[in-house]
């Protein structure tokens, strides 16, 4: 059960963010954009896990 609820879970964190790619009006910008997103969130997750 529990895997089936993981599964479910990755489809909704995946379907706001596919869908905001749309919002850009080039490619480049929105690869800039996510790519700045995901380096800010693994900056978070090592600041966490280094005070851990």
């Known amino acids: 059960m529990k895997v089936q ?3 479910w879970l ?4 995946w379907l706001p963010i596919l ?3 749309f919002l850009f009006k080039t490619a480049a910008k ?3 954009y996510m790519l700045s997103a995901n380096a800010v ?3 978070l997750f090592l600041c966490l896990w280094y005070l851990e």
């Open 19 to 21: 869908a905001f790619i």
């Open 30 to 32: 929105a690869l800039i």
């Open 41 to 43: 969130i693994y900056l």
């Open 10 to 13: 990755i489809s909704l964190i």
């Open 5 to 7: 609820f993981n599964m």
